[in-house]
């Protein structure tokens, strides 16, 4: 359904209207004889003297209809104002217009519409002498004749003042279009297709956009400025589009720059929505009708919500992101993460020039073990936030010429993460005190970290095809001391992930080597002179020692001819150089060539030693030794 328009001097139109004091009175005779003759010479069913008010239209003389008004914007006699001549719909059921109005596809079921438009002294369209049929009719010139000359003698009727009573009724009109424009809460102008406002305005108006005496002025001039570049190159082109009557109006109001946009006046910041409609004649598009409405209090408010809705929503997640994991190994979480987070603060105090290459590989460490901690843990919302962390510290490893100021960032995301951990321990706590009052026995620390580390398999290979399982029936930590227990969590994190992400074939490329289709993983421990001794093995693809190769030389670590020479246990330990990672891609498991250096650091800083074993495509094994 096309609504009715609005002409481009409606406020005018309805001032004049009004000043005819004639809107909602009683029925008077001089124009029931009009309608009663038309309906009589034209034998329809329903005859009407029809007045176009601001958003209704109502009957001065009604034949043949029960109501005194209905809504403008579903009127027929809305869209006959725009015109001079009779509006003439023969079939409304077949006009795009009006097919699916419902006064046509219900109740009066206007079907056939003619409708003379009635004008005031002053030029302007108050309303319409009309004839209605519930059928299709075809009217003959004669016809139509004869219901102008009919429109003639209803507006004549309307039209029955002195000159003084004219001159009264300019005046009062002048005075209410400027009683409106002054009291209206939104701004009202009129644009032409220079994009000039037009000379009458809301008051409000010049408020709104910050200036005086608008009438004339450039639309763009008026927004230098106060809006971005971009949103008036962006105002511009849409405007551009409304001018033209072949694009769609109501496809256009979706590409509406200035829906909600932002203003900038001086220090002051503030929200207006911007709307645009079109003022058609003679099929030509003379102005757009522009409304503008301060939505400053509404936009912030939505914004609240929906910022008050995703803190919720990530409580949320936190909540249901760890509810699943032990009590007693998320508390363990807390405090590493806590070291780590300290660690973190300490890099981003000290930014001396000198120590900057070797603060930020540090920073980056300890970042990627609080990832792979949350990682294990499968804590998603942790491990994401630090894997942006991490992510953005990488954009410094190796970069030239960076100074302290690179790192003042960081202390946003640290922040964060502090932040989320505060809410992530209270949420621990609460659930230790849920499990004490159950009398539950707390899980030995081996148990808690392979059921961890079956957990984090799990959810690496979930969405892969990748089949493994855990062995661990020779392991256990339990007699180890906190410090090692602490450390050993981190190696078998990163030792898992490692094997995940380059070691363990696919099910069909393991068959295909005759090897089972479930790849296994072997952890043993075991006391011997004095020392803790762990094995890690995985029958996967064991070390590509040319894909090794490759990568040194690539990196500037050797020469093709330095590392021919090199013993096979020494090319083994390449894969613990900071910066060398064999991955094609980088995700939230590997890429960044950090990990197997963490393992091998925090063996070094415990006294231990660790060696590899490996064979391509079968296998490979770390031994670690640990002092007791």
């Known amino acids: 359904m096309l609504a009715a328009p609005i002409p481009e001097d409606d406020i005018e139109r309805v001032a004049t209207l009004h000043a005819l004091k004639i809107l909602d009175t009683i029925p008077e005779e001089r124009f029931d004889r009009i309608t009663r ?11 009407l003297v029809s007045l176009v008010d601001a958003n209704r239209q109502w009957f001065k003389s009604c034949i043949g209809l029960d109501v005194s008004e209905t809504p403008r914007d579903i009127s027929f006699c809305g869209h006959a104002i725009m015109g001079s001549d009779v509006f003439y719909i023969p079939d409304a059921t077949k006009d795009p ?3 699916d109005n419902p006064i046509v596809t219900g109740p009066p079921f206007v079907i056939f519409y003619a409708g003379q438009p009635l004008t005031a002294k002053n030029g302007k369209k108050l309303g319409t002498l009309c004839i209605i049929d519930s059928k299709p009719r075809i009217l003959s010139e004669t016809e139509l004749q004869t219901i102008r000359d009919m429109g003639v003698f209803a507006e004549n009727e309307l039209n029955i003042l002195t000159l003084s009573q004219a001159l009264i009724i300019q005046r009062e009109s002048e005075e209410r279009i400027r009683e409106v424009m002054d009291n209206i809460k939104e701004g009202i102008f009129l644009l032409n297709s220079n994009f000039e406002i037009g000379i009458k305005y809301s008051k409000v108006l010049e408020s709104l956009l910050n200036n005086e005496n608008l009438a004339k002025q450039n639309l763009f ?10 949103s008036k190159e962006s105002l511009n082109d849409y405007l551009d589009l409304m001018f033209q009557i072949s694009m769609d109006e109501e496809m256009l109001s979706e590409l509406n720059p200035l829906h909600e946009i932002e203003f900038q006046v001086n220090s002051e910041k503030y929200f207006l929505n911007f709307n645009f409609s079109r003022v058609i004649n003679d099929s030509k598009i003379e102005h757009l009708v522009c409304t503008v409405q301060d939505i400053t209090k509404q936009t912030l408010l939505s ?7 995703q803190n919720a929503a990530e409580s949320l997640q936190k909540l249901f992101g760890i509810i699943h994991v032990d009590p007693n190994l998320l508390k363990e979480f807390i405090d590493s993460t806590k070291e780590e987070l300290f660690k973190v603060n300490q890099v981003l105090q000290n930014t001396e020039q000198n120590q900057l290459e070797n603060s930020i590989e540090k920073l980056f460490r ?21 894997h942006v962390f991490e992510t953005e510290i990488s954009h410094l490893r190796g970069k030239a010429g960076i100074n302290g100021k690179d790192l003042i960032p960081f202390s946003i995301n640290l922040n964060e993460l502090e932040t989320m951990l505060m809410e992530v321990e209270n949420i621990i706590q609460k659930l230790l005190k849920f ?13 808690l970290l392979l059921k961890a580390i079956k957990e984090q398999i799990k959810n690496l290979t979930s969405n892969s095809n990748i089949s493994l399982v855990l062995d661990s029936k020779s392991f256990d930590m339990s007699n180890m001391n906190y410090k090692i227990q602490k450390n050993l969590k981190d190696i078998l994190i990163q030792l898992v992930r490692n094997s995940i992400a380059h070691g363990i074939e696919e099910t069909d490329h393991r068959e295909k080597l ?10 043993s421990s075991f006391i011997s002179n004095g ?11 064991g070390l590509k020692l040319e894909k090794i190769k490759q990568k040194a030389i690539s990196l500037g670590l050797y020469l093709r001819e330095e590392i021919e020479k090199m013993e096979i246990e020494k090319i083994y330990e390449l894969i613990f150089i900071s910066g060398l990672s064999t991955s094609d891609k980088i995700d939230m498991m590997s890429g960044r060539g950090v990990g197997m250096d963490i393992i091998k650091e925090r063996i070094l800083e415990l006294g231990g030693n660790i060696r590899i074993n490996s064979k391509e495509n079968q296998f490979i094994s770390f031994q670690i030794k640990l002092p007791i």
Do not use: C, M
Not at 37 to 47: E, G, L, Q, S, Y
């Open 366 to 386: 300890a970042v990627h073990s609080i990832k792979g901690d949350a990682s294990l843990l499968d804590i998603k919302l942790f491990a994401d936030k630090a």
């Open 531 to 541: 020392f803790y001794e762990l094995e890690y093995f995985e029958d996967g693809s």
């Open 37 to 47: 003759i038309v309906k009589t010479v034209f034998n329809v069913p329903i005859a």
């Open 435 to 447: 499990q004490e009052s159950f009398g539950e026995d707390k899980l030995n620390s081996s148990k």
């Open 514 to 523: 005759n090897k089972p289709k479930i790849a296994t993983i072997k952890l």
């Open 97 to 99: 217009r009006f097919s």
């Open 303 to 309: 914004r609240e919500i929906k910022e008050a809705e």
């Open 221 to 230: 001039k008026i927004l230098e400025g106060k809006i971005s570049e971009k």
